[in-house]
């Protein structure tokens, strides 16, 4: 965001132009020594696409870590990071387009957002660009003329981008509100896992009801693990119930029982 917000970096609105139109001659080079981050929506569809499990979709295909500031999970594609993606094909295509990461799926167009104003009503704020060009990428010598909204639209990114922010945000409200960097260790961030990157687990520990689709319950997943970061922060005087007489949850309950009970909440 800073190099958008300083003029170092030309910023794109919806109807601006761009040439772009991948060709044979580089296709698939740029699936390869990358960092691929995942967002928890991105594992779950990939997961689902190739019909595996979200543990064995994890220990096969990416790599993870708690951040050293902040001790949140990170997840990225481990093979695409020191060679080609484990999805790439023979003939440079993804085997997993129609599920592509957020990151994959927009690109040669980057999207920095901030929340900084959410809390004002006005929702999380971006601000979209042109990644800066590999050298062996030709797509921008295409002659297909895109407007960015045209080629959004085209990668159907918008709900992608939507249950992205929705990540994003208690990322943003974690390291803001709650301060967590102050208290959430390793052990307590690896609580969270579950939550974020493995439904299908949580939902056979659950019962959770296969008329729950996919979507919503991705969201209750996020509000859910918002309530219980909320509650933590307070046992540590930090957030917004730092102080309070009482807190939502007996510290006695076990913590697979409280997610039922937020996640089940009316």
Known sequence: MQPLEHGLRNELKPDDRFNFECTDKCMGKCCRFLTILLDPWDVEVIAREIDISGPDFLEIFCNYEFGSASQWPFVWLRQAEVGPCAFLLEDGRCSVYSVRPRNCRTYPIGRAVQFREAGRGLGPQEK??????????????????????????????????????????????????????????KKTSGLLMPLLFLPDVLRTKLGVSKNLDHESFYRRRIEATKVLLTEMAASFGQGPMAGAKTVPADENTPVLERIRQIIFAD
Do not use: M, Q
């Open 128 to 185: 979209l660009f042109i990644v800066e060009r590999p050298e062996f990428c030709l797509g921008h010598e295409g002659t297909r003329t895109w407007t960015v909204s045209e080629w959004l639209r085209d990668s159907a990114a918008d709900k992608y981008h939507e249950l992205s922010d929705l990540y994003l945000s208690l990322i943003d409200y974690a390291s803001g509100a709650l301060n967590c960097r102050t208290w959430l260790t």
